[in-house]
């Protein structure tokens, strides 16, 4: 009997080594783990390396990032521009010789020599609407300046996430394809002692390699994502470290009829579409003063060899004043008063152009927020507990003999899939979020408007 005993435990010991195997994998699921392994070079740093926060990330794009500086030197242009336009133009200082004879005998007597100075004098309060025009562009450079920290700080956030969920995910693939491996390793032993059918060892192979190529993506789309968030807080050679995981902070609850109110009101799109008309507004005032008529001033004084009979000697001193104005008569600047009328017209249509494209890109948004709360609860409700009641519940019966290895393998991949969508819908919910915060900019590398133009220009010279 003591013989018998023996025997059906030197049988049946691997499978229960097998299924505390199985056992420990399905309580360690029960926690989540956010820290991979590091015995991949791409895995981030283990926990005794203090976490990077995002107010890192965000003080390192916005003093590093290029296209700020870029933003910030457009603003010192059009302060510039604004500057100029209100100087007076140079007066002219010139010398003028009179009568000078090629005739030695006659030279000393008829020259006369001076010096003037000429000035043209601006009407119609010229000066002042040419400054204003570029004081309103200023203000447009300014809002873009606004929209490009806005999109700076938008990505560096949306990335941040991003490299949270990747980090979570390459921790997820790194549990599964150990928790298969060492499956797959005691399959084999069970096969070798007759416990185990080839077709089963085949599955936990299949399931390992299955493993092995998830984790494989994982690592490189953590690269990936990681090598983009150094290259918006410019700082290629920024060393992969672990970062603080707020990936399952509770995400706000979002009102759209408020987010709409706040971008119709704060966006930097409709701040600089508003300057635009003020801008046109400011350009048919100066192309209605234009026909004003500008003084031309000049006045000099000189010596005249001249001689003057009735006075008997030279004339000597004298002085000279002249005054002038165009006449617009035929010119009054009517075709660019025109344009800049219908320009005006277009800018003041561009305004609600925006505010419309503003509405739609938020619906846009907003559905994507709703969709992606609303896929991350039902995720945290209902899949996953159902996903880990199930492989528990086949793993029991796994123990008990009831159920053949590859259904728990199957359930296992099910379990670990679901809480990598989980990850995938939390990246995704917060990414909207910062969005609709954001007011809707992206683009934490594209150049500022103006500087893109102006790049442009120079190409196609």
Do not use: C
């Not at 447009?140 to 560096?156: D, F, I, P």
């Not at 995704?428 to 790049?455: F, K, M």
Request: charged letters at 25%; glycine letters at 6%; a neutral charge.
């Amino acid at each position: 009997m003591q013989n018998r005993t023996s025997f059906r435990l030197r049988q049946f010991w691997p499978l229960a080594v097998l299924w505390l195997a199985l056992a420990q994998a399905a309580a360690a699921q029960q926690q989540h783990i956010h820290e991979p392994t590091t015995a991949n070079p791409a895995a981030p740093q283990r926990a005794s390396v203090p976490a990077l926060r995002l107010e890192d990330l965000e003080q390192m794009a916005l003093k590093n990032n290029p296209t700020l500086a870029q933003a910030e030197a457009a603003i010192q242009a059009a302060e510039g521009r604004r500057k100029q336009a209100g100087l007076w133009p140079n007066p002219v200082i010139g010398y003028e010789g009179d009568g000078l004879a090629f005739n030695s005998q006659v030279y000393p007597y008829r020259n006369g020599q001076s010096f003037f100075v000429e000035q043209t004098i601006l009407t119609g309060g010229k000066l002042a609407k040419s400054k204003n025009i570029a004081a309103q562009e200023k203000v447009q450079t300014q809002a873009e300046a606004e929209a490009q920290k806005l999109r700076v700080l938008n990505a560096v956030r949306m990335l941040y996430y991003e490299v949270v969920g990747a980090q979570q995910l390459v921790a997820l693939r790194e549990q599964l394809a150990e928790l298969t491996r060492e499956a797959t390793e005691i399959s084999e032993d069970l096969f070798n002692t007759g416990a185990a059918d080839r077709p089963d060892v085949l599955a936990a192979e299949v399931e390992l390699q299955r493993a092995e190529i998830d984790l494989l993506r994982a690592r490189n789309d953590y690269n990936r994502v990681w090598q983009t968030l150094a290259a918006v807080v410019n700082d290629p050679q920024l060393k992969l470290t672990r970062l603080e995981d707020k990936l399952e902070t509770a995400a706000p609850a979002l009102v759209q009829d408020e987010l709409l109110a706040s971008l119709l009101r704060d966006s930097p799109e409709m701040k600089r579409a508003l300057a635009g008309i003020e801008r046109a507004k400011a350009v048919v005032s100066r192309a209605k003063a234009e026909p004003k008529p500008d003084i031309y001033l000049r006045g000099g004084v000189g010596y005249s060899n001249e001689w003057a009979e009735f006075y008997g000697g030279k004339t000597g001193w004298e002085a000279r004043v002249e005054a002038g104005v165009r006449v617009p008569i035929f010119n009054r600047n009517q075709g660019n008063v025109a344009a800049s009328k219908a320009d005006q017209l277009a800018a003041e249509r561009e305004v609600q152009r925006v505010e419309l494209k503003l509405r739609a890109r938020l619906a846009e948004s907003f559905a994507q927020y709703q969709n992606s709360l609303g896929v991350a609860a039902r995720y945290q409700r209902e899949v996953l507990p159902r996903a880990q009641r199930a492989y528990e519940l086949y793993l029991a019966k796994f123990r008990q003999m009831g159920a053949a290895y590859p259904q728990v393998l199957f359930t296992q991949r099910t379990l670990f899939q679901a809480r990598a969508e989980y990850v995938h819908s939390l990246v995704e919910l917060w990414q909207n979020v910062v969005q609709l915060r954001g007011l809707l900019l992206t683009g934490g590398l594209d150049a500022p408007n103006g500087v893109a133009s102006l790049s442009t220009e120079g190409s196609n010279q």
